[in-house]
């Protein structure tokens, strides 16, 4: 045999070559070296598709580089680590982002330029994924760019879906789901496929009782087994080494074939079992999805977080630490309720597998995990049926009483007789069926618990959970969402982006979005505001192309851009909004022309998915398009108002949207928004805000002044109360929306009975989201919008003071802060 050295030696020459190699290559001669020898489309004309396909492989070549070198300086380092578990990420696009991060940007614009196409051009055939329902999916993403950027030593884990979230159509004004088969057609060049890493997944089966000395030991048998296949996205820093990992699962069958059956001849059932291996990575769930596939549902949680902890503990055997030292060599962080499962799969591992005892497991345990909770909702609060764990996880639901147990002993210790005490603050439901209370089980077993925006974490001490946070104040903590300036202002908005970089000489603002807070001090600076409304212009003309060529409606540049965007549900009010539409034509047609000739002409954009079980925000869309179409088409209205629903909003659209809007609408019905990110992408792209004291509106009303934005509505203290009394004494309606319903009840935008259910929920429902209450204020907010709007200077000046003042809201500072407060976790830098 050689001595190991060799080979290590002639990898290192190797590797030497290999560098000098892409150095030295330029970018024509590497895109179409792709284009030959992997696509092996030499003698065939050069397509986009193609094209796009070769500069996607000719990049990848350099973040690989930079990827398995970060990997290899974490494991000889071997610092503490990460892991991020969250069933949803919204990546967005991948080439640019990548191109951006690594500093490549010159040579690929001129290279590609050198071929005969635009970067722009070929990065819009890039699908983008859509692995996540919205904020929460989108924050993982700002996430993990942020922690590559800090240098972090981070892994995201998740689910590798074959079908994201649906691609979404208008037909007839409404919603049609279609499949997203996102790998369809080309082979994904932003992952890589781990043969060598792959797990088994245990469902179903017994517990088996042995007797060891005087003790018991648990052995989970039987049942089913399915295989987690890693997949690898490398994550890249910006203008750092160091490439992080995304590592998503995929499901497949243990044994591929039953050779058996087959030979038996019973061809179905010879694949049967990869057929239901397949089907737990098949699709994304949508999260206001309550009843249907709950089964399903728990088996892609718990099959996630399995493999993930099985990942975990092997890499922390190779470096030969034992398990008691892995909360100081990884931190999990449980993005919402989804991957709570992985309290009691951590603890079966070591009592079943490694032989601990329960103290020391426990202690373990609560070290290593903590839970950010995203919502106070009801609907999202997961509680799973105990006799359903019960089959398909039978050891996690004895480890989950026994945890349950043993923390009610503690309430009863502090709180003697306590019953209601106990009830509240047990992890199981006494209800019919009983049920699990994944947040109370992701709280008792974690040492950190945090909310998303001062006003939220406040509702989950005060609201949500008061006994818990009795309990464990210590454990409670805010940490504000943020957004990464990279992705949402540097690659979407290129025109602002460069006048940054010019005002304040150089591109520093990337990583520390802070120092745009010298613009405040200009902002009334006449040279500065011209340049701010043209930058504004080009994107308003940019978004204005595209409604043109997606909707076929012609909109001006010179109208104010009012832009709603955002999943469709009832607490983000877009039925609010699309109301005083309806208001705001009645009053157009009724004004004399030299009344119309003061008005603002408004341009109102919508977008955004329902989920496809959820009536009523389904018909919000249908209602949304019948306004447009009869809005749009009525000569009389002309130009002083246009309305747009852009079909399959994701992230790609968002990039177009956001830096074109005059205002954006933030308008959930008080304490309901936990935070909000788009408000965050919005101001920092300097649009103002309309919108209610919800989520983060109030933090960022804070840092640019509250007179900076347009803001309406009840307070979240007064909602119950106002709830309340609505339904002891239902107050008169406002006369202008008393008009909106007869309307729409006349059959101004088609048959009242496509939106009977709206009308019914509005009036002779208890209107739980207080449209009606806050009307009357959210009209006056809009008429200030408008007077305002008509003040150019006035206006850019607020533009951007607010953009200028959004240092906070940075991914960057809210990643430092979980690494500091929560995880405890050093930068490594990859050196270069
Ligand atoms: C949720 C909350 C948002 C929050 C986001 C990220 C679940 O996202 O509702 O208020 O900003 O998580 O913490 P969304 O509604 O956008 O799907």
């Excluded at 001062?454 to 464990?472: C, K, N, S, Y």
């Excluded at 729409?744 to 009036?763: K, Y």
């Amino acid at each position: 045999d050689e001595p190991l050295e060799l080979h290590v030696e002639e990898r290192k020459r190797q590797h030497a070559l290999a560098q000098e190699h892409l150095k030295v290559e330029p970018v024509e001669a590497s895109v179409l070296r792709h284009v030959q020898y992997t696509l092996a489309r030499r003698h065939q004309p050069l397509t986009a598709p193609d094209l796009y396909l070769a500069t996607a492989l000719s990049v990848r070549e350099r973040l690989i580089e930079r990827w398995t070198d970060t990997q290899s300086y974490y494991t000889t380092k071997d610092p503490k680590r990460v892991c991020y578990l969250s069933l949803e990420y919204l990546v967005g696009r991948c080439l640019q982002n990548t191109i951006h991060n690594l500093g490549v940007e010159n040579e690929y614009t001129r290279g590609i330029a050198a071929l005969g196409y635009e970067l722009e051009d070929l990065a819009a055939e890039e699908h983008d994924p859509a692995l996540g329902n919205g904020g929460l999916g989108r924050l993982a993403s700002c996430f993990l760019d942020s922690m590559a950027t800090l240098n972090y030593p981070a892994w995201g884990y998740g689910l590798r879906y074959r079908y994201g979230m649906f691609e979404q159509r208008i037909e007839r004004g409404q919603q049609r789901e279609v499949p997203d088969y996102w790998l369809q057609g080309h082979t994904n060049p932003w992952e890589v496929q781990r043969l060598d890493i792959s797990y088994p997944v245990r469902f179903y089966g017994h517990v088996h009782a042995v007797r060891q000395g005087c003790n018991l030991r648990y052995q989970w048998e039987g049942g089913e087994i399915v295989k987690a296949q890693a997949f690898d996205s490398p994550i890249p820093g910006y203008r750092t080494r160091n490439t992080n990992t995304m590592r998503l699962w995929s499901s497949c069958a243990w044994d591929e074939f039953d050779l058996n059956a087959f030979n038996a001849g019973q061809l179905a059932a010879a694949s049967e079992a990869r057929v239901r291996a397949e089907s737990i990575s098949a699709v994304l769930y949508p999260n206001d999805h309550t009843d249907a596939g709950k089964e399903l549902r728990l088996k892609q949680q718990f099959f996630f977080v399995s493999a993930t902890l099985q990942d975990v503990v092997r890499r922390l055997k190779r470096s030969r630490r034992p398990l008691a030292e892995l909360p100081d060599k990884v931190a999990i962080q449980l993005n919402d309720t989804h991957p709570t499962i992985a309290i009691p799969e951590l603890m079966r591992i070591m009592l079943d597998v490694e032989g601990l005892e329960w103290a020391e497991a426990w202690s373990i345990s609560t070290r290593t995990f903590a839970y950010t909770n995203h919502t106070i909702l009801p609907e999202a609060l997961e509680r799973w049926p105990v006799p359903l764990l019960e089959r398909l996880l039978p050891r996690h639901m004895q480890i989950i009483y026994e945890i349950n147990h043993r923390h009610l002993q503690e309430v009863e210790a502090r709180w003697p007789h306590d019953t209601e005490r106990l009830s509240a603050l047990s992890i199981i439901e006494e209800s019919f069926p009983k049920m699990v209370r994944m947040a109370v089980l992701a709280i008792v077993g974690s040492h950190s618990v945090n909310g998303v925006a001062e006003i939220h974490t406040g509702l989950v001490r005060t609201r949500l959970f008061p006994q818990l946070a009795d309990m464990w104040p210590e454990r409670f903590n805010n940490k504000t969402n943020g957004v990464t300036p990279r992705r949402w202002l540097l690659l979407a908005n290129p025109s602002l982006a460069a006048l940054l970089t010019k005002w304040l000489g150089g591109q520093g603002w990337v990583t520390d979005i802070e120092r745009l807070r010298i613009l405040k001090a200009h902002a009334a600076n006449p040279d500065l505001q011209q340049e701010w409304a043209a930058s504004k212009r080009v994107n308003k003309l940019r978004l204005a192309d595209y409604i043109q060529r997606h909707c076929g409606v012609e909109v001006s540049a010179d109208a104010l851009f009012d832009v709603h965007v955002k999943r469709i549900h009832e607490y983000k009010r877009q039925l609010l909004n699309i109301l005083s539409i309806v208001h705001r034509y009645n009053v157009i047609k009724a004004a004399s022309p030299e009344e119309r000739a003061h008005m603002v002409p408004h341009v109102k954009v919508f977008a955004g998915k329902a989920a496809a079980g959820y009536y009523l925000a389904k018909r919000v869309i249908h209602l949304i398009n019948s306004v447009a179409a009869v809005v749009n088409g009525d000569p009389d209205v002309g130009p002083l108002l246009k309305v747009v629903f852009l079909a399959n909003y994701n992230v790609s659209l968002a990039e177009v949207i956001i830096p074109a809007s005059d205002i954006s609408q933030h308008i959930s019905t008080a304490g309901m928004e936990a935070s909000g990110t788009s408000n965050m992408k919005f101001a920092l792209n300097g649009g103002l805000i309309l919108g209610t004291m919800d989520g983060a509106n109030i933090e960022i009303a804070d840092a640019i002044g509250r007179h900076n934005m347009f803001v309406f509505g009840a307070a979240a203290e007064d909602t119950d109360g106002l709830r309340r009394e609505m339904a002891y004494q239902p107050p008169p309606t406002d006369e202008r929306l008393q008009q909106v319903y007869s309307c729409i009840e006349a059959g101004a935008f088609g048959p009242a009975s496509d939106f009977r259910a709206i009308l019914d929920s509005l009036q002779h429902g208890n209107d739980f989201y207080l449209l009606a209450h806050d009307f009357p204020s959210y009209l006056e907010a809009q008429a200030e919008v408008d007077r305002v709007f008509v003040n150019k200077a006035d206006w850019i000046h607020r533009s951007i003071v607010s953009a200028s003042c959004m240092g906070r809201f940075s991914s960057d500072r809210t990643i430092s802060e979980y690494a500091a407060n929560i995880w405890h976790l050093e930068a490594v830098p990859c050196p270069e």
